[in-house]
């Protein structure tokens, strides 16, 4: 039943359709990178640096002579799991936090929005090189950071979703029957923010990657000899006048994958907004 | 009428007297995780021909191995007075370093906010006197590109042709307003450019969604039905409607592009205020560090406040 | 205007044996860049500003409080040091003095007369003391280490200091040739107290007028200065700018007229660029890998040993410099006074050599090594070469990137997080002092504080007993057999100077250092 209202939406909505066709297959890209990318993405050929594409290195060799296409697919499989890692940390914070505060309220509430004021006040990436720094640079620990940096969004809105539900009629029904505050929550209130942060979560996603491809450009974030597609947008900065071609598939790889989560986000809106459903 | 009403008035005290905590709250976060991070500029400051002895006697300088608490005590107390303190690297006093690198920042977020309207408010007209058509499709497409695209690779790829190949505009730099202003926008053209874009996106979107909306109100309808032209129904009723969604995304998009400055200034190499916070957080130059969060913090409260109250001035039923 | 044709300055991209590389130093210098060769027909044109693209913010423009070595190409152009030299070799030669030892542990510094600081106030003897008793003792003075061998100073004459020391040391007047030895004004530093970090008074060609963190320093002419055979322009404008390929462009633009401190992949553009030419020679910069000799697998002479084997410099200096700069086999550059062939022979490289030696060893299968490293993209590229060459005889290195405040910290510091760390050695003013720092026993930057042998300690200390630099080399050549068979360290590449500079620009030489003077430099009209 679920399953036919999805497909059925995907069939109505092309843009959806096409976003999550690009994102499954660049899952796909990521699980099989060992076996589809033509060379090892980081053996390194002293003789190839910074080549053209020719035969057998379709986008050109980086300036340790490495094959770009080979990158990128590794870079993907990277990528993604920065993003999603970011996310996650994102929503293990944010939601319980924001629940918190919408269904306690009191001075509770209070301090938990003063403290999401002061985050929310300061550029984000900034906060990032901090917290990555406290944590240890690193791949993880940065994507971690940029979580931290998330969750406020999310806790935001769940709190303004818990707000919500809270007063809503069934609720005040489970309690009545005695009910506890954690099963009511699980129960009644969760799932009625579910939605919105369905929808935060994919928008998210593009951001984090976003954030990945910023942190590793200012030298934060991956370690070598990885790939991601931030560090690759960051040594094709070094070699800019030498050879401008090596910035645009890694550009064209975040610009791409972001548009898909954001695409895919917009539509969800569209679609689970109850005020636009027939 | 007096713009500073008794209410206004009212609203920005209690506004102001929020923002105390926040602002605390923000200064004392960044220094406990720039606590928290191993290490400590003492190490830096020894230098090349550092001995354990003398490390030890920076910190103790510095003050750096006074308990946690007294350290950030003693910098909020002066910091309310007014002293910003030194940076530890270079010995510069902070507020001088702020004065001199906040403007350059601000002229790169001002302009691009520029572009962001000049671009996105026709985009977003057209897209709403159309609805749901060709060209509505597609400026929302552009739209979304805009927002997806990350900032310094557009900045890269317009260093790439317009400065290097082209030679229009600079590679790099800064000038400041007061030197030169010419030269001052000449250099901040491209950053600001290649910031603006997700800008644009989103004044377009919210233009366009609001105007549809009011489009479609039943005053609208009735205005219509009594023979005004589009135009002047735009100009009378919709605009005042429409001006607060935008003053709502102005305000958020300056927030916002404070923040995403920090890379694109990398890319060109600007000494403004995002190299300013990136550089004190790598180095551990706490002063620095706190010095701007709490400027930043400040500037985007006040940007709040002056949206709150602008609120008041467009739309009086908003309190 | 002389032309300088830039083949007399261009060098090939191909890895050049040693001796190629010399011939062209020799030839490139003496072609176009000393001032008699230039100035041939006459005195260098006074006048004009210089403007330069400079590396990095200073960490303080007072010499006794400041520690890093970007410092001193700024700080050069404020302060005259007691001792000079020459910028081939590094040999001392007087400066603001002369000195004369006579006594292994008495040193008599005769000062010229009518040197002035830049507020008029004269540099004789009381002021040296002031600046020698500053050092040694200010609560602030980052250089006490430096001058931990003088016990007292006094002044013997309106022009005369004399300097007692504990123990002999020869390296004295290299070290006066350095921030110890870069005098301040004892008034101006009186006056300003701790602004003087910001407002540094000295007494060479140029006085400061202006410091923007971040963004520039202005110095201009010292009218007064005691020597008119150099500091020709009229004033000098740095311009900070640590990206490099940022600082060329500003070059290649013509906002800028020298740009120093360049990564050599940059080399295409200079090429491409008809106004600017490259200036390059080599440095003392030395990268290498610190190994923390108390660590696991390091504490074994073999694996250190198998270490040095498996390092290609040839192909690493063809890669990751560009062929610029030499192959390091030691902590000093071919060009050097103290410089020994024989130690450069010890490792060859040689992959299988290197297994065998891990295999005896009893690592066999290779072993995990943590290092630091830096998070420019330079490094990172340098990092991800080391990475390749060590992995192939099993060693695989395991990176953790930072700033280099952070990591070098977590190295040298008491976090010792690292087994090693691959980063560079600056060089100093005198061979004693680099050895010195780098494995005595007790010093910071021997992270692992192990005494590898008695004989090393010794001749660390023998090695500034004799003013003999003969005596001196021989005692060199030793010690840096020891610290190459004993494996120490692993030195990779020499760095070479490359400075681009705009046609405007005459007569500036690079230095050993690698840190640019320019005292010599003039402006074409």
Same mark, same amino acid.
């Given at each position: 039943?679920?399953?036919?209202?999805?497909?059925?939406?995907?069939?109505?909505?092309?843009?959806?359709?096409?976003?999550?066709?690009?994102?499954?297959?660049?899952?796909?890209?990521?699980?099989?990178?060992?076996?589809?990318?033509?060379?090892?993405?980081?053996?390194?050929?002293?003789?190839?640096?910074?080549?053209?594409?020719?035969?057998?290195?379709?986008?050109?060799?980086?300036?340790?002579?490495?094959?770009?296409?080979?990158?990128?697919?590794?870079?993907?499989?990277?990528?993604?799991?920065?993003?999603?890692?970011? +996310?996650?940390?994102?929503?293990?914070?944010?939601?319980?936090?924001?629940?918190?505060?919408?269904?306690?309220?009191?001075?509770?509430?209070?301090?938990?929005?003063?403290?999401?004021?002061?985050?929310?006040?300061?550029?984000?990436?900034?906060?990032?090189?901090?917290?990555?720094?406290?944590?240890?640079?690193?791949?993880?620990?940065?994507?971690?950071?940029?979580?931290? +940096?998330?969750?406020?969004?999310?806790?935001?809105?769940?709190?303004?979703?818990?707000?919500?539900?809270?007063?809503?009629?069934?609720?005040?029904?489970?309690?009545?029957?005695?009910?506890?505050?954690?099963?009511?929550?699980?129960?009644?209130?969760?799932?009625?923010?579910?939605?919105?942060?369905?929808?935060?979560?994919?928008?998210?996603?593009?951001?984090?990657?976003?954030?990945?491809?910023?942190?590793?450009?200012?030298?934060?974030?991956?370690?070598?000899?990885?790939?991601?597609?931030?560090?690759?947008?960051?040594?094709?900065?070094?070699?800019?006048?030498?050879?401008?071609?090596?910035?645009?598939?890694?550009?064209?790889?975040?610009?791409?994958?972001?548009?898909?989560?954001?695409?895919?986000?917009?539509?969800?809106?569209?679609?689970?907004?109850?005020?636009?459903?027939? | 009428?007096?713009?500073?009403?008794?209410?206004?008035?009212?609203?920005?005290?209690?506004?102001?007297?929020?923002?105390?905590?926040?602002?605390?709250?923000?200064?004392?976060?960044?220094?406990?995780?720039?606590?928290?991070?191993?290490?400590?500029?003492?190490?830096?400051?020894?230098?090349?021909?550092?001995?354990?002895?003398?490390?030890?006697?920076?910190?103790?300088?510095?003050?750096?191995?006074?308990?946690?608490?007294?350290?950030?005590?003693?910098?909020?107390?002066?910091?309310?007075?007014?002293?910003?303190?030194?940076?530890?690297?270079?010995?510069?006093?902070?507020?001088?370093?702020?004065?001199?690198?906040?403007?350059?920042?601000?002229?790169?977020?001002?302009?691009?906010?520029?572009?962001?309207?000049?671009?996105?408010?026709?985009?977003?007209?057209?897209?709403?006197?159309?609805?749901?058509?060709?060209?509505?499709?597609?400026?929302?497409?552009?739209?979304?590109?805009?927002?997806? +695209?990350?900032?310094?690779?557009?900045?890269?790829?317009?260093?790439?042709?317009?400065?290097?190949?082209?030679?229009?505009?600079?590679?790099?730099?800064?000038?400041?307003?007061?030197?030169?202003?010419?030269?001052?926008?000449?250099?901040?053209?491209?950053?600001?450019?290649?910031?603006?874009?997700?800008?644009?996106?989103?004044?377009?979107?919210?233009?366009?969604?609001?105007?549809?909306?009011?489009?479609?109100?039943?005053?609208?309808?009735?205005?219509?039905?009594?023979?005004?032209?589009?135009?002047?129904?735009?100009?009378?009723?919709?605009?005042?409607?429409?001006?607060?969604?935008?003053?709502?995304?102005?305000?958020?998009?300056?927030?916002?592009?404070?923040?995403?400055? +920090?890379?694109?200034?990398?890319?060109?190499?600007?000494?403004?205020?995002?190299?300013?916070?990136?550089?004190?957080?790598?180095?551990?130059?706490?002063?620095?560090?706190?010095?701007?969060?709490?400027?930043?913090?400040?500037?985007?409260?006040?940007?709040?406040?002056?949206?709150?109250?602008?609120?008041?001035?467009?739309?009086?039923?908003?309190? | 205007?002389?032309?300088?044709?830039?083949?007399?300055?261009?060098?090939?991209?191909?890895?050049?044996?040693?001796?190629?590389?010399?011939?062209?130093?020799?030839?490139?210098?003496?072609?176009?860049?000393?001032?008699?060769?230039?100035?041939?027909?006459?005195?260098?044109?006074?006048?004009?500003?210089?403007?330069?693209?400079?590396?990095?913010?200073?960490?303080?423009?007072?010499?006794?409080?400041?520690?890093?070595?970007?410092?001193?190409?700024?700080?050069?152009?404020?302060?005259?040091?007691?001792?000079?030299?020459?910028?081939?070799?590094?040999?001392?030669?007087?400066?603001?003095?002369?000195?004369?030892?006579?006594?292994?542990?008495?040193?008599?510094?005769?000062?010229?007369?009518?040197?002035?600081?830049?507020?008029?106030?004269?540099?004789?003897?009381?002021?040296?003391?002031?600046?020698?008793?500053?050092?040694?003792?200010?609560?602030?003075?980052?250089?006490?280490?430096?001058?931990?061998?003088?016990?007292?100073?006094?002044?013997?004459?309106?022009?005369?200091?004399?300097?007692?020391?504990?123990?002999?040391?020869?390296?004295?007047?290299?070290?006066?040739?350095?921030?110890?030895?870069?005098?301040?004004?004892?008034?101006?530093?009186?006056?300003?107290?701790?602004?003087?970090?910001?407002?540094?008074?000295?007494?060479?060609?140029?006085?400061?007028?202006?410091?923007?963190?971040?963004?520039?320093?202005?110095?201009?002419?010292?009218?007064?200065?005691?020597?008119?055979?150099?500091?020709?322009?009229?004033?000098?404008?740095?311009?900070?700018?640590?990206?490099?390929?940022?600082?060329?462009?500003?070059?290649?633009?013509?906002?800028?007229?020298?740009?120093?401190?360049?990564?050599?992949?940059?080399?295409?553009?200079?090429?491409?660029?008809?106004?600017?030419?490259?200036?390059?020679?080599?440095?003392?910069?030395?990268?290498?890998?610190?190994?923390?000799?108390?660590?696991?697998?390091?504490?074994?002479?073999?694996?250190?040993?198998?270490?040095?084997?498996?390092?290609?410099?040839?192909?690493?200096?063809?890669?990751?410099?560009?062929?610029?700069?030499?192959?390091?086999?030691?902590?000093?550059?071919?060009?050097?006074?103290?410089?020994?062939?024989?130690?450069?022979?010890?490792?060859?490289?040689?992959?299988?050599?290197?297994?065998?030696?891990?295999?005896?060893?009893?690592?066999?299968?290779?072993?995990?090594?943590?290092?630091?490293?830096?998070?420019?993209?330079?490094?990172?590229?340098?990092?991800?070469?080391?990475?390749?060459?060590?992995?192939?005889?099993?060693?695989?290195?395991?990176?953790?990137?930072?700033?280099?405040?952070?990591?070098?910290?977590?190295?040298?510091?008491?976090?010792?997080?690292?087994?090693?760390?691959?980063?560079?050695?600056?060089?100093?003013?005198?061979?004693?002092?680099?050895?010195?720092?780098?494995?005595?026993?007790?010093?910071?930057?021997?992270?692992?504080?192990?005494?590898?042998?008695?004989?090393?300690?010794?001749?660390?200390?023998?090695?500034?007993?004799?003013?003999?630099?003969?005596?001196?080399?021989?005692?060199?050549?030793?010690?840096?057999?020891?610290?190459?068979?004993?494996?120490?360290?692993?030195?990779?590449?020499?760095?070479?100077?490359?400075?681009?500079?705009?046609?405007?620009?005459?007569?500036?030489?690079?230095?050993?250092?690698?840190?640019?003077?320019?005292?010599?430099?003039?402006?074409?009209?």
């Amino acid at each position: 039943m679920m399953l036919a209202r999805f497909f059925g939406w995907l069939a109505r909505d092309l843009r959806a359709a096409f976003s999550l066709g690009f994102l499954l297959l660049l899952a796909l890209l990521a699980v099989a990178a060992p076996w589809i990318a033509p060379h090892s993405p980081i053996e390194q050929n002293f003789d190839m640096i910074l080549a053209q594409a020719e035969p057998g290195y379709p986008l050109g060799t980086d300036d340790l002579g490495r094959d770009v296409l080979s990158r990128l697919i590794h870079g993907a499989a990277i990528t993604l799991y920065a993003s999603f890692l970011a +996310v996650g940390v994102a929503v293990l914070i944010g939601v319980p936090v924001g629940l918190l505060a919408g269904y306690v309220g009191g001075w509770v509430d209070d301090v938990i929005s003063r403290v999401i004021d002061a985050l929310l006040s300061f550029p984000a990436i900034v906060l990032a090189i901090a917290v990555t720094g406290a944590l240890g640079i690193g791949m993880t620990n940065a994507m971690i950071s940029v979580g931290i +940096v998330f969750s406020p969004q999310l806790a935001r809105i769940v709190r303004a979703r818990t707000l919500v539900v809270r007063h809503e009629l069934y609720v005040d029904a489970a309690r009545c029957f005695g009910a506890g505050t954690g099963r009511i929550l699980w129960r009644h209130v969760l799932p009625n923010t579910v939605q919105p942060v369905i929808v935060q979560v994919t928008l998210l996603l593009a951001a984090a990657l976003l954030a990945e491809a910023s942190l590793s450009f200012l030298g934060l974030g991956i370690q070598p000899p990885d790939p991601s597609w931030g560090a690759m947008l960051a040594r094709a900065y070094q070699s800019m006048e030498i050879a401008p071609a090596q910035m645009y598939p890694p550009g064209l790889a975040i610009l791409l994958t972001a548009l898909a989560f954001n695409t895919l986000g917009e539509s969800l809106r569209a679609a689970l907004d109850p005020t636009m459903k027939t | 009428m007096s713009i500073l009403t008794a209410s206004r008035l009212r609203v920005a005290r209690r506004r102001l007297i929020h923002a105390v905590p926040v602002l605390v709250l923000a200064t004392f976060i960044v220094f406990g995780i720039l606590k928290l991070m191993p290490g400590d500029i003492a190490i830096t400051l020894a230098g090349e021909n550092a001995t354990e002895e003398r490390i030890a006697e920076i910190r103790q300088n510095y003050g750096l191995d006074r308990p946690f608490l007294v350290q950030y005590g003693s910098w909020l107390w002066n910091a309310v007075q007014g002293d910003l303190s030194r940076s530890l690297a270079s010995g510069e006093e902070v507020a001088v370093q702020i004065a001199r690198s906040f403007p350059i920042t601000l002229l790169i977020v001002v302009m691009a906010m520029g572009f962001a309207l000049v671009f996105g408010i026709p985009l977003g007209i057209l897209a709403a006197s159309r609805p749901d058509s060709l060209v509505d499709r597609v400026v929302t497409s552009i739209g979304s590109l805009g927002i997806a +695209v990350p900032n310094f690779w557009l900045a890269m790829i317009f260093v790439s042709w317009f400065a290097l190949e082209f030679g229009w505009f600079p590679a790099t730099g800064s000038v400041p307003l007061t030197q030169d202003p010419g030269q001052a926008i000449w250099h901040a053209f491209l950053p600001a450019l290649a910031l603006a874009s997700g800008g644009m996106s989103e004044v377009s979107r919210q233009l366009r969604s609001s105007l549809v909306e009011v489009m479609s109100s039943p005053q609208v309808r009735t205005l219509h039905a009594k023979g005004l032209t589009p135009a002047a129904i735009l100009w009378k009723h919709g605009l005042k409607n429409v001006s607060v969604n935008l003053l709502t995304v102005t305000s958020l998009l300056f927030n916002r592009m404070l923040a995403a400055t +920090v890379v694109v200034e990398a890319v060109f190499a600007i000494p403004g205020m995002g190299s300013l916070i990136v550089n004190a957080a790598l180095f551990r130059d706490l002063p620095v560090a706190q010095g701007v969060v709490f400027v930043m913090v400040l500037v985007v409260i006040s940007v709040n406040l002056v949206t709150d109250l602008l609120y008041t001035v467009l739309d009086p039923r908003i309190r | 205007m002389t032309s300088r044709k830039k083949s007399d300055l261009r060098l090939p991209f191909a890895p050049m044996t040693r001796r190629e590389w010399l011939m062209m130093m020799g030839a490139g210098t003496a072609a176009a860049l000393l001032p008699g060769a230039v100035f041939a027909q006459g005195e260098p044109r006074r006048g004009g500003v210089l403007r330069v693209s400079g590396f990095a913010n200073p960490s303080s423009l007072d010499p006794a409080t400041g520690g890093a070595g970007s410092d001193h190409t700024y700080l050069w152009t404020i302060y005259d040091t007691l001792v000079e030299w020459d910028y081939k070799t590094l040999e001392p030669r007087p400066g603001i003095a002369q000195w004369k030892f006579s006594d292994p542990t008495t040193m008599v510094l005769t000062i010229s007369p009518n040197v002035l600081f830049h507020d008029d106030t004269a540099c004789d003897a009381e002021a040296v003391k002031f600046n020698l008793d500053r050092g040694r003792g200010d609560d602030r003075s980052n250089i006490k280490a430096d001058l931990s061998s003088i016990d007292s100073v006094e002044v013997t004459g309106p022009l005369e200091v004399t300097v007692r020391l504990t123990r002999p040391d020869s390296a004295l007047p290299a070290i006066l040739s350095d921030r110890a030895g870069m005098m301040v004004s004892p008034t101006a530093a009186g006056k300003l107290g701790d602004e003087h970090d910001r407002k540094g008074v000295g007494a060479g060609p140029w006085k400061l007028v202006e410091w923007a963190d971040n963004q520039n320093i202005t110095v201009t002419r010292h009218e007064k200065y005691w020597r008119d055979d150099r500091g020709f322009v009229d004033g000098i404008e740095f311009s900070i700018m640590p990206e490099r390929a940022t600082g060329l462009r500003s070059v290649v633009a013509g906002q800028n007229d020298l740009a120093y401190q360049l990564p050599p992949r940059l080399k295409p553009l200079i090429d491409r660029s008809k106004d600017v030419e490259l200036v390059t020679g080599p440095t003392l910069y030395c990268r290498q890998i610190y190994l923390n000799l108390s660590r696991g697998p390091l504490q074994d002479v073999r694996v250190r040993q198998a270490m040095n084997f498996a390092i290609d410099r040839e192909a690493f200096v063809k890669v990751a410099q560009s062929g610029f700069g030499e192959p390091a086999h030691m902590n000093l550059p071919s060009s050097h006074w103290a410089y020994d062939p024989e130690v450069a022979k010890l490792y060859p490289h040689d992959p299988d050599k290197a297994r065998a030696l891990l295999a005896e060893a009893g690592f066999k299968d290779g072993f995990d090594l943590t290092i630091g490293g830096y998070t420019d993209a330079d490094s990172v590229r340098r990092g991800e070469i080391l990475m390749d060459q060590l992995g192939k005889i099993g060693i695989r290195l395991r990176f953790t990137n930072g700033t280099v405040a952070e990591i070098s910290a977590q190295y040298f510091g008491q976090e010792k997080k690292f087994d090693s760390l691959v980063s560079a050695w600056t060089g100093r003013p005198d061979p004693a002092m680099s050895y010195g720092l780098m494995y005595a026993k007790d010093a910071y930057f021997n992270a692992g504080r192990v005494e590898v042998s008695a004989e090393l300690t010794e001749l660390l200390a023998k090695s500034r007993e004799s003013e003999d630099m003969a005596v001196r080399k021989e005692i060199f050549s030793r010690l840096q057999r020891i610290v190459m068979e004993q494996a120490l360290v692993v030195p990779i590449a020499f760095d070479a100077e490359m400075t681009a500079i705009s046609k405007k620009v005459v007569g500036y030489r690079p230095n050993l250092i690698g840190k640019p003077k320019y005292e010599f430099v003039s402006l074409a009209s």
